[in-house]
């Protein structure tokens, strides 16, 4: 009997403690900050206005960039219908630049300016408003 009861302590010793032991060492305490940070580097809502943040700042960069050069080639055919004109091969080559006049540039990178603080505002307050839900469910649970 107390051989069959020793076998018993025995079994649950080597098959109970592994198990309370992993349980106790899988525990994570995390702190208010650490809670904070967490949500903010892995809610989408956050990244995706991050994300907003840096696609309408290259919209801004946009903006204010000097229209480059534009090259055209254009080439062929001339032939004469009457006896008068020489037939042969044409060939054009233009170059222009678009001048980018500042009662249309001003106003474009304005808005964009206005486009890029608008979308900050809007990352702001997400972040902002993850926080305080962060820190409202933590303080519901302590």
Do not use: C, H
């Amino acid at each position: 009997m107390i051989r069959r009861l020793s076998y018993v302590a025995l079994i649950w010793a080597s098959i109970g403690l592994p198990v309370w032991a992993q349980t106790q060492s899988n525990k994570t305490i995390f702190t208010l900050d650490q809670l904070i940070q967490l949500a903010l580097e892995s809610n989408p809502q956050v990244m995706a206005a991050r994300d907003q943040t840096r696609a309408i700042g290259g919209q801004l960069r946009s903006a204010r960039a000097i229209p480059n050069p534009e090259f055209e080639v254009n080439t062929g055919q001339q032939r004469g219908t009457s006896g008068g004109l020489s037939t042969g091969n044409l060939s054009q080559w233009v170059v222009t630049q678009p001048l980018d006049m500042p009662y249309t540039r001003f106003p474009r990178v304005n808005a964009a300016e206005a486009s890029m603080r608008a979308a900050e505002a809007n990352r702001v307050a997400f972040e902002v408003e993850t926080i305080a839900r962060v820190r409202q469910s933590f303080y519901e649970l302590v």
